[in-house]
């Protein structure tokens, strides 16, 4: 089901027997959109969860951006918090920029847990660790710093986050995808976005793929040490982790994390 909050595009889907106590807000990243999380949105709420997927402004008919190469990191995490604050605290996770976003939100929002799933990095860890994203960022150079809309080519976005789909599947999703922000890319690759890992009370849990050609399993590992959270990584997968065959594999193990966690961060708060 399609809604509305503060002027953002929202899936909703709701278990068949009565929802646990909090719901899930799915954040998406660079070139993305709700339609990322479909697989995730009926698989959680198959396990009793009401979740949510955004569409971040500028994307998928969401809160109109007249320029979207201007939009800033600041306008994103405004965007998922607007949608948090609505649903009254949900758990965050968030995929690659929204794998950011959540770790930002984790900070102001204290919610009750964040999953990270091969997420950029914040200010203070290095992100340019393959040759394939560091390559990207010299070819989209005037994008990132004219703040400019930014959209790789197709045979690109193959090497750097579509490597471990099936052909049909790589051209599907390409074709979903849409201009990203120079400026939030900015903000991110080389302003860096600080995230205050002493305000971050939740269980975090964030994961990590080893063929991941966007955010490199040794820079997440990283990620996962700064806020001293539990991490998983897998092999044989890349950045699109959410799409890729097995995906499954990966949402059950999410789903068993939440169920120990949630509990354990109750008690903490009691």
């Given amino acids: 089901m399609l809604s509305e909050i503060g002027a953002l595009k929202v899936l909703k889907t709701e278990p068949d027997r009565p929802a646990k106590d909090h719901p899930l807000l799915f954040v ?9 999380w479909q697989g995730y949105l009926d698989y959680f709420s198959s396990c009793g969860y009401t979740c949510y997927a955004l569409n971040l402004r500028g ?12 939009v800033s990191i600041e306008d994103y995490i405004a965007d998922v918090r607007t949608v948090a604050d609505e649903l009254n605290n949900p758990v965050l996770i968030g995929h690659s920029m929204g794998g950011l976003l959540v770790q930002k939100l984790a900070e102001l929002l204290d919610p009750p847990a964040i999953v990270a799933i091969t997420p950029a990095a914040p200010r203070g860890i290095f992100a340019l660790t393959t040759w394939a994203v560091f390559q990207a960022a010299l070819r989209h150079s005037p994008e990132i710093f004219l ?12 090497r750097l986050e579509l490597n471990r789909l099936p052909p049909d599947e790589q051209d ?18 080389v302003k860096g976005l600080p995230v205050n890992a002493s305000e971050v009370r939740c ?31 897998y092999q044989g997968f890349a950045h699109m982790i959410i799409l890729e065959p097995g995906w499954e594999r990966v949402a059950e193990d999410i ?14 708060r009691a």
């Fill in 28 to 36: 998406h990243g660079m070139w993305e959109g709700a339609w990322l």
């Fill in 59 to 70: 994307h998928d008919g969401s809160r109109p951006a007249p320029d979207i190469g201007k």
């Fill in 147 to 158: 703040s400019r809309p930014l959209m790789p080519s197709k045979a690109a976005m193959m």
């Fill in 172 to 189: 599907r999703i390409y074709s979903l995808q849409v201009p990203e922000s120079g400026r939030q890319t900015f903000d991110i690759a």
């Fill in 203 to 233: 269980p975090v849990l964030v994961i990590g793929a080893t063929e991941d050609q966007i955010t490199a399993a040794n820079m997440v590992r990283k990620i996962a040490r700064k806020y001293q959270a539990d991490y998983k990584e």
């Fill in 255 to 268: 789903a068993i994390w939440l169920a120990k966690a949630i509990p354990a961060c109750s008690r903490s």
